[in-house]
């Protein structure tokens, strides 16, 4: 049986489902993610585009989902991957453990970083993927 987990925005307008595991887990500390989330970091999985199954109208600015209701972030969705914003799940994920950190520059001197986790000064190596650089 494969690993479903279900979420949405703040006022509930938005709804989506995921299929399987995440391709990866990751925190990001840049700019742009702390503007987006207003906190200190970000906290995001990356699962196939086709393991997410959405309902509800989502707006988008800068590759950036959001509820046109309740403006809250819920994904980035590109062709092939789905970037869920975590904290929107309808269970806490706490089985899910980042594995690397992007920005580190800018992590806040308070936050400790997670030493298991793979650290990038920013986006992670387009190497790694054989593509371009991505969360």
Known sequence: MSDVRTGGCLCGAAR???NGLPLR???CHCQDCRRT????FNFF???LRS?????????TFAGRSFCVTCGSRVASLRADEAEIMLGCLDEAPS???PAYELWIGRREPWLLNLQWAEQFEHD???AQDGGAASP
């Open 51 to 59: 393991a997410y199954e959405g309902t509800g109208q989502l707006g």
């Open 95 to 97: 089985d899910l453990i």
């Open 25 to 27: 887990i990751g925190v």
């Open 124 to 126: 992670r190596e387009a």
């Open 16 to 18: 989506f489902r995921l």
């Open 45 to 47: 999985g990356v699962w």
């Open 37 to 40: 989330s207003g906190s200190a």
